[in-house]
């Protein structure tokens, strides 16, 4: 069955690129700066997109004759990323008749980010302990959809309110009221409880969400917001002068003194 992978430039190893073309699949995956490949023919601009502007040129992904040609969108970014990178490129194997500035837009670098960073920091998705691969495995796909049900709750937050609030809070906190409304939850609410609602379809469970999601004080979950170390409470930094009596004295400085 053909699918679609999107991921990181962590993921951009040529035995797996080459791997997912083989099995008839496809891939958007950022570029390693480890990967230099071959570049092929003119690059050709491509217009703009949300983030910058968008240019694609072939390269092989080795110098080998035989190796993968893959389609390289690059994105001179309007902004540079928290790196301080300026530009951005991407790999895939999907045909010229998808739009590279779709390619360009389907790739958003801090949601796959900011994913992998819930599934470790949030969820725990990745034990250092769970020395097994198949229950590493189990582990880390539970957190997936851990995940998954976050993207549910923010989509209602964002359904039911402003942009900006929705923004502020923090995944950290949401995974920390979860993880502590939950047992309470099943113990009190039953299976038969959520099959009266939830037996109704999609959409009424949907409306259920939205109803709930309405009542919730986003004030509660709100990031962190911290200022500059020298500048935080107002205070400038001030460097410490040295004190002479607090300062530290030369064991041998004090022997030869006590010697004169």
Known sequence: MSQQIIADR???IVAFLNEIAIKGSSFIIRQHVRLHGKLIGDRKKLGTSNTGVVYEQQMRLSSDE????VRGITI?????TQEGEAVMHILTNLPPRVCGKGIAEQYDRWE???GFYYVRM???GELASMGHPHAALFIYSLTVISYNILQVILAALFATHEQE??????GLYISKEIANVIPGMLIALDDEYWEQRLSDGTSKA?????????????SRYRKSQRKPKDKRNGKQKVKKKPNARHSHASTAKLLR????
């Open 10 to 12: 962590h993921y951009c």
């Open 112 to 114: 796959v980010e900011t």
């Open 76 to 80: 001179e970014l309007y902004e540079p």
């Open 257 to 260: 003194l006590t010697e004169s």
């Open 206 to 218: 949907a409306s259920l969400l939205k109803q709930i999601a309405k009542e919730i004080d986003l």
């Open 66 to 69: 035989d190796a993968l040609v």
């Open 165 to 170: 609030e929705v923004n502020s809070i923090s």
């Open 122 to 124: 949030c969820f725990n």
